[in-house]
């Protein structure tokens, strides 16, 4: 018995020319399991970016020129921690020079395009008046960027953010408030 079993279950896979196909729809998920395209340009995780600039100021007492850099680790795409020093140079009389150190997070929100643009919100501390009655100074500046890349390794970088804070000079509490316009080259690794 169990050899005709066999036999004809042998006999029958043979018989059967073509083996039974079941239709299925297309996977609708299909899309999510593609590996990105690689892009030459723009935002990208896992980008170490440096970035030197030059520094216009416009306060209370008016404009000051400085200098400007950043360090940027991009975590994802879209997300990113930077860390900023700044420093004026030329300020109007009366007017403190100051000198700080800024960490935060940013948000790009065009990665991987030629044209980019993100915003931060930094915190740190500043030293204000150095080279008289120094004193310091919690800061924060939220902010803008505006980047456009010119190569795979180079872009041009545009920002804007405020600065403020409150530091205390011969025991009166002075309020710190300024724009800032970045203008600069940066690099990207």
């Known amino acids: ?11 029958a896979v043979l018989a059967s020319s073509t083996p039974a196909r079941a239709e299925h729809p297309p996977d609708p998920f299909a899309r999510e399991y593609e590996v990105p395209a690689d892009r030459d340009v723009g935002a990208a995780a896992g980008q170490f970016r440096a970035i030197g600039s030059g520094l216009v100021g416009y306060g209370r ?6 200098l400007h850099g950043t360090l940027e680790l991009m975590t994802f795409a879209y997300l990113g ?28 929100l065009f990665p991987y395009r030629r044209v980019d643009v993100s915003l931060f919100f930094e915190g740190g501390v500043a030293g204000v008046d150095l080279t008289g009655s120094a004193t310091a100074m919690p800061i924060l ?29 011969s025991e ?17 690794m």
């Open 1 to 11: 018995m169990r050899g005709v079993l066999t036999g004809s279950l042998a006999l």
């Open 61 to 66: 007492p008016g404009a000051e020129l400085g």
């Open 81 to 108: 921690v930077r860390a900023s020093l700044e420093s004026t140079l030329l300020r109007p009389a009366g007017d403190p020079m100051l000198l700080s150190g800024k960490v935060g997070p940013s948000l790009h």
């Open 141 to 169: 500046s939220p902010g803008g960027t505006l980047e456009i890349w010119v190569a795979p390794w180079a872009f041009l970088r545009g920002e804007a953010h405020l600065d403020w804070g409150i530091y205390g000079s």
């Open 172 to 188: 009166v509490p002075h309020g710190y408030l300024r724009l800032v316009g970045v203008g600069g080259l940066g690099v990207a």
